[in-house]
């Protein structure tokens, strides 16, 4: 059974632009500062609330000389993102400056990061837990960002995501899970802000092991089944093209980082932690 989103995944040019975005205007917390597992060149940051919980993560990859995305055919488009209710003209203010096309909606308020990544902040009933709650920020617990809600997937057949979403990933019908009708037949070009993949989650390694099973025995073609460390990981493509992972809760970003200290250095898995200068040295050669 999957249990909702565990995170999210994109692409940004600049770590330092990205990071001071989500930290300090957005009030997430880095709680992994880590790399690319299959391109340890590449910085790979992983934001959310304090605890670093599934569900709340925001994860960029970044690629210095990364071009304009190119949004046609097949793609993710908007992810919503929770806020506790009266909050939005709070956030339209503290966006305002530092944004591309603000925007209210009936749905909530609509932006887009500096990279053009798609965000849509939704009021909801919830309220964050107190021991949830950033704490390096201004922005009040009460008006910080919750959880991930859902996103936008747009696809040239949309009968066949609804069928293999009900079918194969037993999804029920969720209000912040839209799938719409791609407009264009040209081909989507991954770029700055482009989603990579969503996440969904499951409780364990044995679960996404499951899974697997499940996605060979329907004929899926498996991108990658991987142990990370920090959780177990399944890829696949939806009938559209669409990456899908499954990602299990455990084993979390504290097996090599106490949480008051989440997110301070480069933090590696024990499987790449002999590398570890040489990847240092390759980040930083990547700055200049």
Do not use: C
């Amino acid at each position: 059974m999957l249990n909702g989103i565990h995170h999210v995944s994109a692409f940004t040019k600049s770590a330092a632009m990205n990071r001071h975005f989500y930290t300090e205007i957005l009030g997430l917390r880095l709680v992994k500062n880590t790399v690319n597992q299959n391109n340890t060149r590449m910085r790979h940051l992983f934001y959310g609330d304090y605890q670093g919980n599934p569900g709340t993560l925001l994860t960029f990859f970044e690629i210095k000389r990364l071009g304009r995305a190119r949004r046609e055919r097949d793609f993710y488009g908007t992810t919503y993102l929770a806020v506790s209710k009266g909050s939005l003209d709070f956030w339209e203010m503290r966006l305002a400056p530092h944004v591309m096309e603000l925007r209210r909606t009936n749905a909530g308020l609509y932006f887009q990061d500096a990279d053009s990544f798609q965000i849509q902040l939704v009021e909801t009933d919830a309220v964050i837990e107190p021991e949830n709650a950033t704490r390096h920020t201004d922005i009040p617990a009460d008006r910080q960002v919750i959880r991930i809600l859902g996103m936008d997937w747009h696809v040239g057949d949309t009968k066949r995501l609804a069928d293999f979403a009900e079918q194969f990933l037993e999804l029920t019908p969720d209000p912040f899970t839209a799938f719409i009708p791609s407009e264009s037949e040209a081909l989507s070009r991954m770029g700055r802000g482009s989603l990579d993949h969503v996440a969904l989650r499951v409780t364990s390694k044995a679960e996404v092991a499951k899974w697997h099973a499940k996605a060979v025995a329907a004929g899926l073609k498996i991108e990658e089944f991987v142990d990370r460390a920090y959780f177990t990981s399944l890829y696949f493509r939806e009938p559209n093209g669409l990456m899908i992972e499954i990602a299990s809760d455990t084993r979390g970003f504290t097996i090599d980082e106490p949480v008051e200290q989440l997110g301070e250095t480069l933090a590696l898995p024990p499987f790449l932690e002999d590398k570890q200068t040489e990847i240092e040295s390759n980040l930083k050669e990547n700055e200049k």
